[in-house]
Structure formats: C-alpha cells, structure tokens
C-alpha cells in the first residue's frame, strides 16, 4: 500500500507501506526527515504531520492522550495529528500528510 508524504521543503515522496505499521515508522524507515523522538511513545509530539483533508475523517480518531500531546507540537491545525498513532490499514491505502516544521531531526 500506498503513503505519499510531502517532507518540510515541499518534496514529495510516494512510500511503500505495510499494513499495520505506524505512519511515523514508515516515513522514518524510509530515511525523510522526522525527529520521532520518543519512538511511538507518545512523549515528544515531534511525530506530528498535517494530514490531507481528504483523508482527516477516515482516521481513527484522536485518543484523549493524543490530544494532550498534540498541545506541545508547533503551528497545530484542524488538521494535525501525530503520526505514530496512525496505523496503515487497507482503507488508508494512498493516505496523504505533510511534515510538519518542528518534526525534523
Ligand atoms: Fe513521539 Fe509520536 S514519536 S509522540
């Protein structure tokens, strides 16, 4: 399946990815610039991407801790989520999101 990220400098990538992997680690692994600090842990908020509107409605959506996390990431929109509490599934095949500034190493 599909992710296409756009990184902080506009360039856009088409990612191979593998069900039930989380986006951060997908965008990671394939070596774009995400700080990812915690590793997935849900401590840092520097795993944050805006997502396409398109695709917003069709994600799980938010846990509380999300949320409270979020609120220490830069420049949030209506749009904004961490990317490692997303996982690919089918129905996220061709999913889109931007790094967000603050989210590079
Ligand atoms: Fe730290 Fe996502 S990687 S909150």
């Keep these: 399946m599909k992710l296409f990220v756009t990184d902080q400098d506009g360039g856009e990538h088409e990612l191979e ?3 039930g992997w989380r986006v951060m680690e997908v965008i990671r692994d394939w070596g774009l610039p995400i700080k990812a ?3 997935g842990a849900l401590a840092c908020a520097t795993c944050h991407v805006y997502v396409d ?3 917003f ?3 799980v959506p938010m846990t509380e801790e999300e949320e409270e996390r979020l609120d220490d990431a830069m420049l949030v929109k209506s749009n904004s989520r961490l990317s490692c509490q997303i996982l ?3 129905e996220l095949d061709g999913l ?3 790094l967000a500034p603050g ?3």
């Design 17 to 19: 990815a593998l069900e």
């Design 37 to 39: 600090e915690c590793g």
């Design 53 to 55: 509107p398109e695709w």
């Design 57 to 59: 409605d069709r994600l």
């Design 88 to 90: 690919m599934s089918d």
């Design 96 to 98: 889109k999101v931007r």
């Design 103 to 105: 989210s590079e190493p």
